[in-house]
């Protein structure tokens, strides 16, 4: 993590009393590249499900397959609704004046999150910690804010 900013300084930046880290400001946020690759995932794979359900009542005429298969789709759709409903996800921009909260859409639905304008003097402190990438494996760096 990077500390704990505290300090507001009127050229833009704050500090950090933690650990003496800056932070230039206005700071871009987004929460969702962790949640939107999930839910995506979650999409895919009912569609898949779904599609084998379609294959085992046109093709094959095997209608406990099917039936197996709409067992599987509601638990993923139970899951995946939990997930999106539960799963708190945001996009904003933290300014000297104002914390700027908007947000996240997936494939037209509204995913979990506060959204609106909320100005700095509501806050004690804000605390950006930012996640370098993996060693190993495949992903980017992103913050948690």
Do not use: C
Request: glycine residues 8%.
């Amino acid at each position: 993590p990077l500390g704990l900013l505290r300090r507001l300084d009127r050229a833009g930046v704050r500090f950090s009393r933690l650990t003496g880290v800056s932070v230039t400001l206005p700071l871009e946020f987004d929460t969702s590249d962790v949640a939107t690759p999930v839910l995506k995932g979650v999409l895919a794979l009912l569609l898949v499900v779904l599609a084998g359900v379609a294959y085992s009542l046109v093709w094959s005429r095997t209608p406990a397959a099917a039936l197996r298969l709409l067992v599987v789709a509601a638990m993923i759709a139970y899951f995946g609704r939990l997930f999106l409903k539960h799963w708190t996800v945001s996009r904003g921009t933290i300014t000297a004046d104002a914390v700027i909260v908007r947000p996240v859409h997936l494939y037209g639905l509204r995913l979990a999150g506060v959204d609106g304008t909320f100005p700095v003097n509501q806050f004690k402190a804000v605390r950006v910690e930012r996640v370098f990438a993996p060693t190993e494996g495949f992903g980017g760096p992103h913050a948690r804010v």
